[in-house]
């Protein structure tokens, strides 16, 4: 049974830096692709980054340059470090992967970022 948990969404100020981490069980990070996504209220979820099983990192638009996706495969651990927070990125961040064909989700991690 694959389970993702997402741990790290705590509320800064503009400007500032987080880093969440998603910890899975029941799935072989070594061969998995993993992602962020995040959801604002009312909006649509949308990627924020991937990562490979080899490495391989894309981001959307929106964060390149200020997110940085890394995985940690022997802690089965994957990150997302955020710099530069702005309120546009107040959002519930959640851990994806599709593995075997399923796509898998935790129950995602609250960022706020307000003065």
């Known amino acids: 049974q694959v389970r993702l948990v997402e741990s790290g969404g705590d509320s800064v100020q503009p400007g500032g830096s987080l880093r969440l981490s998603c910890a899975g069980s029941?799935?072989?990070?070594?061969?998995?692709?993993m992602a962020w996504y995040r959801q604002a209220p009312g909006k649509e979820r949308e990627l924020v980054a991937r990562?490979?099983?080899?490495?391989?990192?894309t981001y959307s638009d929106s964060v390149k340059g200020r997110f940085t996706i890394s995985r940690d495969n022997a802690r089965n651990t994957v990150f997302l470090q955020m710099r530069s927070l702005n309120p546009e990125d107040t959002a519930t961040y959640y851990c994806n992967t599709l593995y075997y064909g399923n796509n898998f989700w935790g129950k995602g991690t609250l960022v706020t970022v307000s003065p």
């Open positions: 029941g799935v072989n990070f070594k061969i998995a692709s």
């Open positions: 990562i490979g099983a080899g490495g391989d990192t």
